[in-house]
C-alpha cells in the first residue's frame, strides 16, 4: 500500500517561538491518536529546523525543509545546501513549490539539479507540479503537468523516482480557497500516475505517493483523501494551526 501523508508548509510564516509552540502544539495533539497510519511532515523555515528537529525527534512526526541549494557546498551566499538540511535533521525537501517556479524563477533544469542534491544527501523529495488557471482554461492542463513531469523526474533512476513523493498543486487553488473538487483531483492524479507508469512501469508508480495540495482544510479533505489515487495533502494555510492540521490528518 501506499503511503499516506500529510505535510504541513509553513510558507515563511511563524517566529522561532512560535514555531516552536506550534510543532509542540502538533505533537502533544498527536498524543494517543492512531492516525490509519497516516505520515505527518512539518514544512517550516530554514531558521526554525534544528529547534523544532529537537522538539520532535522523540514523536513519529516528519521535518521537511521548503527549499534547498541546486549546489553542494562552496561560494554561494545565502543558500543552504541538502547536506546542511540532514546535518539539521531534515529527512524531507520540497522542490518546485509554485511559489518559487513563479516568484524565484526556478525552473525544470534547476529543479533537476535540486533534486540530485536532496537525493544524494538521502533526503526525500516532495516534488511539486500544478497549472495555473490560464493553462486549466485553456485545456493546456494535462500537457503542462505532462511537460513538468517529464522535465523534472523523468531522468531518474527507477531506483531514485522510488524515493521521490509528489504533490499536485493547481496554482489558481493556492491561498485562494478555491480547492480543486474531488473530480478534479482524481482525474489529475490518475493522469500523473498513468504518466508515471509509462515512465517508471506499473509497479514503482503505484507506490509513489501523490499529494494534494491547495485550499485543502479539515472542512473538505475527507472527499478529497477518499479519492483513489490522492494519497494525502500538502497542507499551507491549514498547517498553522494544529488542530485543523491534526484534523485533516484524521480525515483518512
Ligand atoms: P494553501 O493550503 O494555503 O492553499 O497552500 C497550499 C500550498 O501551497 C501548500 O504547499
Not at 510564516?13 to 490509519?36: D, R
Not at 539539479?113 to 486549466?136: H, M, N, S, W, Y
Not at 473538487?181 to 489529475?188: D, G, K, L, R
Request: glycine share 10%; net charge negative.
Amino acid at each position: 500500500m501506499r503511503q499516506k501523508i500529510v505535510a504541513g508548509n509553513w510558507k515563511m510564516n511563524t517566529s522561532i517561538a512560535s514555531g516552536l509552540e506550534l510543532a509542540q502544539a502538533v505533537k502533544t495533539g498527536l498524543e494517543g491518536k492512531s492516525l490509519n497510519d497516516v505520515k505527518l511532515i512539518l514544512a517550516p523555515p530554514f531558521t526554525h529546523l534544528h529547534a523544532i528537529g529537537e522538539v520532535i525527534k522523540d514523536s513519529p512526526l516528519g521535518l521537511a525543509a521548503q527549499n534547498t541549494a541546486s549546489e553542494k557546498s562552496g561560494a554561494y551566499t545565502g543558500e543552504v545546501s541538502a547536506e546542511m538540511l540532514a546535518s539539521a535533521g531534515v529527512g524531507y525537501v520540497i522542490l518546485g513549490h509554485s511559489e518559487r517556479r513563479k516568484y524565484y524563477h526556478e525552473n525544470d533544469e534547476l529543479l533537476v539539479q535540486k533534486l540530485t542534491r536532496v537525493l544524494e544527501a538521502g533526503l526525500t523529495p516532495i516534488f511539486c507540479i500544478g497549472e495555473e488557471l490560464e493553462d486549466r482554461e485553456k485545456g493546456n492542463h494535462f500537457a503542462l503537468v505532462k511537460s513538468q513531469l517529464k522535465n523534472g523526474l523523468f531522468h531518474c533512476s527507477p531506483e531514485d523516482f522510488a524515493k521521490v513523493i509528489i504533490a499536485y498543486e493547481p496554482v489558481w487553488a493556492i491561498g485562494t480557497g478555491l480547492t480543486a473538487s474531488p473530480e478534479q483531483a482524481e482525474e489529475m492524479h490518475a493522469f500523473i500516475r498513468e504518466e508515471l507508469s509509462a515512465a517508471f512501469g506499473a509497479e514503482n508508480a503505484n507506490a509513489c505517493s501523490i499529494l494534494y495540495g491547495g485550499s485543502c482544510k479539515a472542512s473538505n479533505a475527507r472527499e478529497l483523501f477518499a479519492q483513489p489515487n490522492v494519497d494525502g495533502g500538502l497542507i499551507g494555510g491549514a498547517s498553522l494551526q494544529a488542530d485543523e492540521f491534526i484534523r485533516i490528518a484524521e480525515s483518512f
